[in-house]
């Protein structure tokens, strides 16, 4: 099923409006059939930056950092 950028931001920022307001979703990279993606968010723990990952076959997050 491979993914592409735009896909990956659409994966990473349904996931984390969960629990956040999302500001901005930047996809970083594709490296051994995962991407990486860095989303500056806000909560009530304040501001910060989560890192997710996703698989490229089944568009699954692996991570959240």
Known sequence: MAINTKR???IARNFLQQH?????????GFKNGI?????KVSSSAGD?????????TTGQI???E
């Open 8 to 10: 990956v931001e659409d």
């Open 20 to 28: 956040h307001e999302v500001y901005n979703i930047k996809v970083g």
């Open 35 to 39: 991407w990486s993606a860095e989303a």
């Open 48 to 56: 910060l930056v989560r890192k997710v990952k996703v698989s490229d």
């Open 62 to 64: 692996i991570s959240v």
